[in-house]
């Protein structure tokens, strides 16, 4: 009898996981969240090695992570890249839509096991690729960014004769979505110098094979805080130095001047 007992509360239980697991499976809806997720360690504070191009063109929009059961977990909906200070690493963002379980009413979410939010890490793991990430926002509806165009002057004094020339009017920066930068004027003057005499007397001389570089650049962004950013956390403004490249030049130690 007591076997017998055993024997029965074990059945039991097998039942009743399998009503539940059926009642999931087929009655409860599924809720997805829509994520900004950085690419990197996972931890926010955490200073690693970005990825290289290398891993970026293996990051492809529409790829869908799926579950032991084959049903999709995670999708990424957008890839955007920007150079890292001319270091051959990128700064990789994605847009994602993932399936979770959790409150809504409360807005806590759970993925894949883990709570996640905003400075949360994250991991991932699609067909092509496998990473690790921080998430930067999260929303119940998918994100609509709505990018602005400001015409940004960039100005280097003491520039090399080459850099002038290797600056394209027309040359571009394509982020995976976006032109976010193309060269639209360039100019450009030889760098003078002040040199003084033993009875403080100024003279000017020119300094030899330098100029002083003024570029007109279109940068696609958005207005976030009354700010104007670049990708989500480059910010524009007047005296300092931008993280930016074309496709065929790095602009280092470039500052800007003026935004239009």
């Keep these: 009898m007591r076997v017998n007992y055993f024997i029965s509360i074990f059945l039991a239980c097998i ?116 990473f690790s990430g921080t998430i930067i926002n999260l929303n119940s509806t998918p994100f609509k960014d709505d990018l602005v165009q400001r015409n940004v002057y960039l100005t280097k004094r003491n520039a090399y004769p080459w850099e002038y020339e290797a600056i394209t009017v027309g040359d571009y920066f394509f982020d995976g979505e976006n032109r976010i930068i193309e060269i639209l004027e360039k100019k450009a003057v030889d760098t003078i110098g002040l040199i003084s005499d033993n009875f403080g007397n100024y003279t000017a001389e020119q300094t030899e094979n330098k100029k002083y570089i003024t570029v007109k650049a279109k940068i696609t962004g958005k207005k976030v805080n009354n700010q104007f950013v670049i990708g989500e956390d480059q910010v524009v403004m007047l005296g300092k130095t931008l993280n930016i490249s074309t496709a065929n030049f790095t602009f280092q130690d470039y500052i800007v001047s003026k935004i239009e």
């Design 15 to 130: 039942i009743f996981v399998g009503i539940v697991s059926v009642y999931k499976l087929f009655f409860t809806k599924p809720t997805f969240v829509y994520v900004k997720v950085k690419m990197g360690q996972g931890l926010w504070w955490a200073n690693t090695a970005k990825p290289s191009i290398w891993f970026v063109n293996n990051l492809k929009k529409g790829e869908i992570e799926q579950s032991l059961t084959g049903e999709p977990v995670a999708e990424i909906l957008s890839v955007r890249y920007y150079p890292w200070w001319a270091s051959g690493q990128y700064d990789v963002y994605l847009d994602m839509k993932l399936k979770v379980s959790g409150n809504e009413k409360t807005g806590k979410y759970n993925f894949k096991r883990s709570t996640i939010g905003v400075g949360a890490p994250i991991d991932l793991e699609f067909p092509q690729a496998q």
